[in-house]
């Protein structure tokens, strides 16, 4: 009997011993990772700091920047809107409104620039 409790003691232990190192968990580094997730980035590749904008019906060009206002973008929009009703003699001509889309355009890209 004494014989039969030794051999189950033992492989008790055993098997305990195995658990606690089977659930260890896994292990930690402090070196660093070979691989990345986001390579770095091309100091040459940043985002633009001035946008050029174009109302080609009026000739227009006008390069903005970060620091161009709203309130700016909103009076140039209304003067070059003037500009486009003088351009023929009927408002809701198609010469009119097409100019007219090209200043909202040129809107939306100037105020989606500034937003970014």
Known sequence: MLRIFSTHGLFG???????????????????????????????RQTTPQTLTVRVPSLNYAETITKSTTISDIIATRRDLTMQCTSLGGNPFGSVVQACVAQVNTAYDQAVAFIKS
């Open 13 to 43: 232990f055993l098997l305990v011993g195995l658990m606690i190192t089977s659930c260890g968990g896994g292990t930690s580094s402090n070196t660093p990772s070979t691989t990345s997730q986001n390579p770095p980035q091309d100091p």
